[in-house]
């Protein structure tokens, strides 16, 4: 199959005879379970099937399939409203209406160095709010200098964590805003998403 | 079709029946009898291996299941003895007790056995067992690290199941 | 205990934490996209969505029993009828229908009107041959395998070595919106039964 064309496959058809189904289903709601898992067999799926020795194709993947929802989400949720005037009232957008949509709360804390780093921390990340690691490797920390398992489940946490930073840059991506997304989780559940901005 | 308790389970658990520290030790096995779990508080006395330990449980659920089936006064279709129920067929055993401990024993229909052992006082703990399977999957089955079918090994399942266990029994 | 039905379908999604479907909706129609591109044939992509399906189906199985109060499923009709009815309910916020049954009880349609996979979905030519939302026949597959069947197919003489009998299924296409048809329908065909046998050898 030609790439070229499947880059707009399952684009939102806003303009077709779709709009009028489009606007009764606004405010549909699915089981959180839904997502969840479906999260969790792709990550799987890119992880443990497709490049299981090859994770960083996997991180790009699952990177990009976060990337296509934000860009689609971020367009849906700015249809009716003003460009934004700056970086930061667009990086607020993020935390504020983008994120409550999602995830029915908002981002905690917001840091920048005003140089186009900006820190978006959620206390209690919903997608990390299940994940638990084995007890018996914080045991094995001390004990065992090679500590393997405890950095492989770290490795397979960070690999849930490749989808929302997709879909933080996504969301950017569509304000007009390029930037690199990184996620930073030395205390779950709390989650840090770091966006640098592309000058 | 049957059906469990009318009780609203999640989020809010049942009434603590008894306080205290009284639960012996606890069991989970899968629908192909492997052991994903086991959680001791308080067993002074252990005479087997961690795996002969495992095998007599589920020996012992396996035959209960059968022979309590085939004294069935109420059925005629019962199975003949030392023929393993499938998990919903004919009547099942709850519970049993001794002078010493009481056991309680829950299977969903998708072959998961929570098995229980407390103090022989401890009251009905059915409801309490449908609670610990929505621990299970709220825990074990949403942990996106956890794999189907493996030994769970989850920090936020075994705090939450020590802290209810504790409010139990 | 008083004995009481199953808990309605909408009684238990009314109560489970719900999100914006978008987000759902989006993310699949973003991963099947992302299979295209990567497995570049549909059949591979049909393949691999069926076996999402399937991981997800046994993980969401224990769900289903816990929040639903079903305690036991006592044939294969009830069970496909109770999956469809309360289990489609409780986790896509949407209604299946059960219809078609075969004489034996062993085949049967479960078919959608209303899908949330779809929406917003309009699949281009290069598609020709996708099952877009095959990842429900894999759920359905993975569920019913988890499900234990019972008395109604259970065989007179079980040997004792085998505990525990599984239902395998396998789940079709028959009507599908984004290919014209009216409707989604899947039909479900019992195969057999798988015996599983008693882990622990008698010497051990």
């Known amino acids: ?199 | 079709m049957q059906f469990f308790g009318s009780a609203e389970i999640s989020p809010s658990p049942p009434v603590p029946t008894t306080s205290g520290n009284n639960a012996h030790m606890m069991y989970v096995f899968n629908r192909n009898g492997v052991c994903l779990l086991y959680r001791e508080w308080n067993r002074p006395l252990r005479t087997l291996n961690a795996q002969q330990d495992h095998k007599l449980m589920f020996g012992l659920l396996f035959s209960l299941k059968s022979l309590t089936a085939k004294m069935d006064p109420t059925s005629a279709e019962r199975g003949n003895l030392g023929v393993p129920q499938l998990p919903g067929q004919g009547c099942s055993f709850h519970s049993f007790r001794t002078n010493t401990y009481k056991l309680s024993f829950m299977e969903s229909p998708s072959g998961l056995k929570l098995i229980l052992i407390t103090h022989p006082r401890t009251g009905d703990l059915r409801q309490s067992l449908k609670y610990i399977y929505n621990l299970y999957v709220e825990y074990v089955v949403k942990n996106p690290l956890y794999t189907p079918g493996a030994p769970i090994r989850c920090e936020l399942f075994n705090t939450s199941l020590d802290q209810y266990v504790r409010s139990i029994a | 205990m008083a004995p009481v039905g199953p808990r309605s379908g909408d009684a238990i999604f009314a109560n489970m934490e719900r999100v914006n479907a978008e987000l759902f909706t989006l993310t699949y129609g973003a991963t099947v996209r992302q299979l295209l591109t990567d497995l570049e044939e549909v059949d591979e992509v049909n393949k691999q969505l069926d076996q999402m399906g399937y991981n997800i189906g046994i993980r969401l199985v224990d769900e289903f029993l816990a929040k639903s109060n079903v305690s036991r499923c006592v044939d294969f009709k009830e069970t496909a009828e109770v999956i469809a009815k309360v289990g489609f309910k409780m986790f896509l916020g949407v209604t299946a229908s059960v219809t078609n049954w075969d004489a034996d009880g062993t085949c049967c349609s479960i078919v959608l009107e209303d899908n949330p996979l779809v929406d917003f979905v309009e699949l281009p030519d290069t598609c020709q041959g996708l099952y877009y939302c095959n990842i429900l026949s894999g759920v359905i597959r993975g569920a019913l395998e988890m499900v234990s069947n019972t008395s109604s197919f259970a065989q007179p003489s079980i040997p004792s070595f085998l505990w525990d009998v599984s239902l395998k299924t396998e789940v079709t296409w028959i009507r599908d919106v984004l290919r014209g048809d009216d409707a989604y329908e899947l039909q479900v065909k019992l195969v057999k039964q798988v015996p599983e046998e008693y882990p622990y050898k008698d010497d051990e």
Not at chain 1, 48 to 62: D, G, Q
Not at chain 1, 83 to 91: Q, T, Y
């Open chain 1, 1 to 199: 199959m030609n790439r070229k064309e499947i880059t707009k496959p399952f684009q939102v058809e806003i303009e077709s005879k779709q709009k009028q189904k489009i606007e009764v289903k606004m405010g549909r709601e699915v089981s959180e379970s839904c997502v969840d898992s479906l999260l969790t067999e792709m990550v799987s799926t890119y992880c443990n099937r497709f490049y299981a020795n090859k994770p960083e194709l996997a991180a790009r993947r699952i990177e990009a399939i976060g990337y296509q929802v934000g860009h689609q989400l971020s367009e849906r949720y700015t249809m009716e409203r003003p460009r934004f005037s700056d970086h930061l009232e667009a990086i607020k957008f993020i935390c504020k209406d983008f994120w409550s949509e999602l995830f029915k709360k908002q981002i905690d804390n917001l840091k920048t160095n005003h140089r186009g780093t900006f820190v978006l921390q959620d206390n209690g990340f919903r997608w990390l709010s299940r994940i638990s690691l084995d007890p018996s490797l914080e045991n094995a920390e001390s004990q065992d200098p090679s500590a393997s398992t405890e950095s492989k489940a770290a490795q397979a946490t960070s690999m849930h964590l490749y989808f929302p930073c997709g879909i933080i840059r996504g969301a950017l991506s569509n304000l007009g805003i390029p930037c690199a997304v990184s996620a930073d989780i030395s205390n779950l559940p709390a989650c840090s998403f770091v966006v640098r901005i592309k000058a």
